[in-house]
T-cell receptor, first 114, second 115 residues
């Protein structure tokens, strides 16, 4: 089945540690995205990548880093510089043609930092 | 800049009631418009979309019409079920420039349907 996988579903870390969230897609989509979701808020864009080996900062990139070495993979690292990292993180992808197609979302990773 | 405003929740309805969730947008050009649904603890699922003015998107009994004159994309369903309880997000897809294809979301509206 084609889709987006995120692992793990729940992640716990101590403050001061970096942590990497996995996102893999087998939809052959060009574009991939990372969002952060907090209770009662909409989704906020962290980083996005329109093509392999290229990515752009979104609205809240501070304290996060990404890489896009392969078309199917777009891991997100939450660094110790991120002041409030506890949140629900969603990865998405979009087919490249046309530019206005819908995004497909993974199941999310809930990160808790204490 | 582009933005999406949707009615704040929570919205609580009885089963078989009529549902409307308002969504208005501000955008340059002609964006595509989407409704996504999120069930507890899960990612977002595309519910329906419309890509040009007067298009009507529909799926699972839900409908929304792209109204350019009122910059709106209200979500409606004639008879809700308990299984429709979820959070609904309105979104637009921007055109042009390096951010083409990026989605801008409303804050979401939580719907609870009581039996």
């Amino acid at each position: 089945d084609g889709g987006i996988t995120q692992s793990p579903k729940y992640l716990f870390r101590k403050e001061g540690q970096n942590v990497t969230l996995s996102c893999e897609q087998n939809l052959n989509h060009d574009a991939m995205y990372w969002y952060r979701q907090d209770p009662g808020q909409g989704l906020r864009l962290i980083y996005y990548s329109q093509i392999v080996n290229d990515f752009q900062k979104g609205d809240i990139a501070e304290g996060y880093s990404v890489s896009r070495e392969k078309k199917e993979s777009f891991p997100l690292t939450v660094t110790s510089a991120q002041k409030n990292p506890t949140a629900f993180y969603l990865c998405a992808s979009r087919a490249g043609t046309g530019g206005l197609g819908e995004q497909y979302f993974g199941p999310g990773t809930r990160l808790t930092v204490t | 800049g582009n933005s999406v405003t949707q009615m704040e929740g929570p919205v609580t309805l009885s089963e078989e009631a009529f549902l409307t969730i308002n969504c208005t947008y501000t955008a340059t050009g002609y964006p595509s418009l989407f409704w996504y649904v999120q069930y507890p603890g899960e990612g977002l699922q595309l519910l329906l979309k419309a890509t040009k003015a007067d298009d009507k998107g529909s799926n699972k009994g839900f409908e929304a019409t792209y109204r350019k004159e009122t910059t709106s994309f209200h979500l409606e369903k004639g008879s809700v079920q308990v299984s429709d309880s979820a959070v609904y997000f309105c979104a637009l897809s921007s055109r042009g420039g390096g951010s083409q294809g990026n989605l801008i979301f409303g804050k979401g509206t939580k719907l609870s349907v009581k039996p």
